[in-house]
């Protein structure tokens, strides 16, 4: 078993888990965030993607236990307040998704490659950053 | 057209639980005590089933129970049924072989459930489904629809000699064989249409819960038909009567088809829970979608077109083998026969077509509907012939197709087919202006010029969807009507709830089901509720799968709505003292025509509920139901362009434009619409280009079971499309409206592969056309010419 303090959108958290835990299982089952998915089990669907100290990481191929003392942002923690992130809210307006499975973690992984681009993205750029993403509608 | 109604381009209603991360799906619920399931599933494509040793298992941390087949079938929980009978030829029904939720003598496929561990971890139940020990006897598999008809096949079920479930026919054999017979010229062509695995990123799940103070029973599952699962599992199961078990299907991950049918995992997960004395859930992981999840297509097909000296079509011959997988799943019977050979009329006039269908068992996951269902192998068949036949005559592929348009309405096709309403002239039209077709040359020369090569392609589809009258579909052999329900329920405020027993898993129902509302009851899309998915609140329905919730779903909704403006506008005459004729609703009043008299809806509303001054003898309450069978089929249809370019040195395939026009009747919301054709023409790009399940035809074993192996399209695979739309209206709907979910994957892959074979001057290629076949196409078309 591995203690494990971390802060989740904003609040503190400390648990006892198995070390086996990944950090997407405790985000889900131990905190009840149950906004970031499971689409596959090698890596490469990108809807489990979240924040981890403001960088964009799957979460179903971290450990809970190798996050601790980090800070996680999740798709639950990303507006603020009742003000939707701008991303949040383009996905919205240019119906970026249908069933919204996959949609956490788009967004998750679109927010980080805004920041990491300095706002300066063209489409080949987003298609090609988007490969870590998979969707079977579009944007979903 | 209001801001909100009919025709408005307006944001979704349900986005805001999505980016927010509140969506609820099945492995979202929890409730006390859970416990998780882990199946013990065969790593054999067929195997006598010698023994099963739980005794280690039982053992293990966690675990409360090991269940097997055996004891299923001890509990008296029925097989899985197939729910369209098919007859073949000679009369004989089709020979459905015995389909237990867990084997007890044999395995059958790869992934197939023997038993299931019930402990309080879902890792814990993997260790211990590990430690269960089966005593496998391995038998010979056969993995190919053409190998299992072979003589000294591996025999699957004992009922089926041959392996064959069906060997079905419709069309005048004759009247094919004559025409092609005296054709001035005959386009034969042998297609194979890949299997693919549908890929929901949502994978399925259940949660069972079994009450036993109440002997009640709830399921929370991934289905696009939530009363159809409950029907199915108490009325042919017997897991649990129907009146004491409820499922909601919650926010669904995508659908495509693959959660239409009632799996093993719902039925067991639901017996466990009462056998076991704990609630019980189960999520796939993605392997196990792979494995279990029910494929689509999968056939090889033998079609001669034939053509006078005018270049009519004068004939049609099909032959089909179709791979059913071990077991036939729900509705797999009808894919390949009334929902593929029914459409191979396509867009055009020919007076004679036959198709024969054989139907088929290999040691392979069970197929059946796949967004589009049959629908795609018809249109890959007819588009891949015209298209063909286009280059054999030397004539433009887009007039061939037009000299042989359906142009008057209704038109009777020779194969059961009765088209409504259409103008494929228009729709060839519109895709042809947005591809520039008449450019191509240029754009091909530019091409040469970067060492690059160009090719374009079409395909005219035409489909059937909302799924054809109650009494149709139960003389072809359908277990079920295909009709829906709708109750709209008006609160004494004035706002209301609409009560659907269609299922969105993404399609946006909550916002264009509400659209119709308020275009028809004039009060703001925030005053309407849509509510799906659960069988304690909506009475019945039919659920979601062939484009059907629009054209029947809605219908429904109106008929149900015509009834509560029916009520509303006699409660008001009687109010404002005026004829019911001169009343109407609008704008959230309701007016006397020609006056300055109003009420606020919510006041007429209100009047129905304190029941204080109705018109004598009318019941309080504001709320109605209706049922709403279709009169017929639906027929959406288009024309789809596509623009290539291939790298000679790699093989590999660049769509650089991809030109839709579709023609699906009344479009409710435009933006929702064109997300559907996105959506659907990637999955169509996907079976085109990149995806094939392959199976080791010696073990059976599933080669492609990750997202490592099987590739699906990402960002980066597809061009942005070029969607419009052209309108005529559906005469046999309310609404006029056809459907828009399949048309996209039905459309997409011939456009593509036409394209590419115009690139490489080879038309001997099979999808996906990956880059090592297009070079190996282009290479032999290479050594064709130099030997010329």
């Known amino acids: ?140 | 057209m209001g801001v909100e109604g009919i025709g408005a381009r307006v944001p979704r209603k349900e986005d805001k639980r999505f980016i927010t991360g509140k969506g609820r799906y099945t492995d979202d619920m929890s409730v006390a005590g859970m416990c998780k399931a882990a199946f013990v599933r065969s790593p054999h494509a067929h195997a006598k089933i010698a023994g099963i040793d739980t005794a280690a298992a039982e053992k293990m941390p966690g675990v409360i129970a090991v269940l097997t087949g055996g004891q299923l079938k001890e509990d008296g929980i029925g097989d899985i049924i197939c729910g369209w009978m098919i007859h073949s030829k000679d009369g004989s029904p089709m020979n459905m072989g015995a389909n237990p939720a867990l084997a007890v003598d044999t395995a059958r496929h790869v992934g197939q459930a023997v038993a299931v561990v019930i402990a309080e971890t879902q890792a814990q139940a993997r260790e211990a489904a590990d430690a269960v020990n089966v005593n496998w006897q391995e038998l010979p598999a056969v993995a190919s629809a053409d190998a299992a008809l072979a003589a000294g096949a591996p025999q699957i079920h004992e009922n089926a000699p041959n392996n064959l479930i069906y060997d079905w026919e419709i069309g005048d054999a004759a009247a094919a064989d004559a025409a092609i017979a005296g054709a001035a010229h005959v386009t034969k062509l042998e297609i194979s249409n890949n299997r693919l695995v549908p890929n929901a990123m949502e994978p399925r799940a259940a949660l069972a819960d079994y009450n036993a103070a109440e002997d009640h029973y709830t399921l929370w599952t991934t289905s696009q038909n939530p009363h159809v699962a409950r029907l199915v599992l108490s009325a042919f199961y017997q897991v649990a009567p129907e009146h004491k078990l409820r499922v909601i299907a919650p926010d669904v991950g995508g659908g495509f088809g693959s959660k239409i049918y009632i799996y093993p995992e719902e039925i067991v997960c639901l017996w466990a829970s009462k056998k076991a004395g704990v609630p019980v859930k189960w999520t796939a992981d993605r392997t196990e979608a792979f494995l279990t999840d029910a494929h689509g297509r999968d056939h090889i097909t033998t079609a001669e077109m034939a053509f006078d000296a005018n270049n009519k079509m004068i004939g049609l011959k099909v032959d089909t083998i179709a791979n059913f997988g071990a077991y036939m799943s729900l509705f797999s019977s009808a894919v390949p026969t009334y929902l593929y050979a029914t459409l191979l009329s396509g867009q055009y006039v020919i007076p004679a077509i036959h198709c024969n269908v054989r139907a088929v068992y290999t040691n392979t996951t069970p197929v059946d509907a796949y967004r589009g269902a049959g629908r795609p192998e018809a249109c890959y068949v007819m588009e891949r012939l015209v298209e063909t036949a286009a280059r054999e005559l030397g004539v433009s592929p887009a007039e061939l197709r037009r000299a042989n348009f359906v142009g008057e309405f209704p038109y009777q096709t020779p194969v059961i087919m009765a088209y409504d309403a259409g103008d494929f002239d228009a729709s060839l039209n519109a895709a042809m202006a947005g591809a520039d077709y008449a450019g191509f040359a240029g754009r091909k020369a530019e091409a040469e010029a970067r060492g690059k090569l160009r090719g374009i392609g079409m395909a005219c589809y035409i489909e059937a969807c909302g799924i054809a009258p109650s009494q149709a579909v139960g003389s072809l052999g359908a277990g079920v009507g295909l009709w829906e329900s709708a109750e709209v329920r008006v609160n004494p405020v004035g706002t209301i709830e609409v009560l659907t027993g269609s299922h969105s898993h993404g399609q946006g129902h909550e916002t264009t089901f509400a659209q119709l509302v308020a275009e028809r009851l004039g009060v703001g899309l925030d005053s309407v509720q849509i509510v799906h998915g659960d069988t304690d609140k909506v009475q019945f329905g039919m659920g979601t799968y062939g484009s059907r919730s629009g054209a029947v779903g809605m219908s429904a909704i109106s008929k149900a709505i015509d009834k509560v403006e029916a009520k509303a506008k006699k409660i008001a005459a009687h109010l404002m003292e005026a004829a019911e004729g001169d009343i109407e609703i609008a704008d959230g009043e309701v007016r006397v025509a020609g006056t300055d008299k109003k009420l606020g809806w919510h006041e007429v509303c209100l009047a129905a509920y304190t029941a204080h001054n109705l018109p004598e003898g009318m019941e309080p309450g504001l709320k109605e139901g209706a049922f709403y069978d279709p009169a017929n089929f639906t027929f959406p249809a288009g024309c789809y362009i596509c623009e290539v370019e291939v790298d000679p040195g790699t093989g590999h395939t660049d769509i650089v434009q991809f030109v839709a026009a579709d023609d699906f009747g009344r479009i409710i919301n435009p933006m929702i619409v064109e997300g559907q054709v996105h959506g659907g023409v990637v999955q169509g790009i996907g079976q085109a280009l990149l995806e094939g399940c392959q199976y080791d035809p010696e073990t059976g074993q599933l080669v492609t079971a990750t997202y490592n192996d099987y590739p699906m399209p990402r960002a980066d695979d597809v061009p942005s499309f070029d969607v419009s739309t052209t309108e005529t209206l559906c005469p046999n709907n309310p609404l006029g409206i056809k459907g828009c979910g399949e048309a996209g994957a039905i459309g997409s892959p011939p456009a593509v592969i036409n394209a590419i074979t115009d690139a490489i001057g080879n038309n001997d290629l099979t999808m996906p056309a990956t880059a090592e076949k297009v070079w190996r196409a282009l290479s032999a078309s290479a050594v064709a010419q130099a030997a010329e």
């Open chain 1, 1 to 140: 078993m591995a203690n494990v303090s971390m802060t989740v959108n904003g609040r503190a958290v400390e648990r006892t888990v198995e070390d086996r835990t990944l950090l997407v299982q405790f985000l889900r089952e131990d905190l009840g965030l149950t906004g970031t998915h499971v689409g596959c089990d090698t890596s490469q669907c990108g809807a489990c993607v979240v924040h981890i100290d403001g960088k964009a990481v799957k979460s179903c191929t971290t450990l809970a236990a190798q996050v601790d003392g980090a800070s996680i942002t999740t798709i639950e923690g990303l507006a603020n307040g009742v003000d939707l992130h701008p991303v949040q809210a383009a996905f919205k307006e240019h119906h970026g998704l249908q069933c919204g499975f996959c949609t956490p973690g788009m967004i998750m992984a679109a927010v980080d490659m805004i920041e990491r681009h300095g706002g300066k993205l063209d489409e080949k750029t987003v298609r090609e950053e988007l490969e870590g993403n998979r969707e079977r509608h579009h944007g979903c």
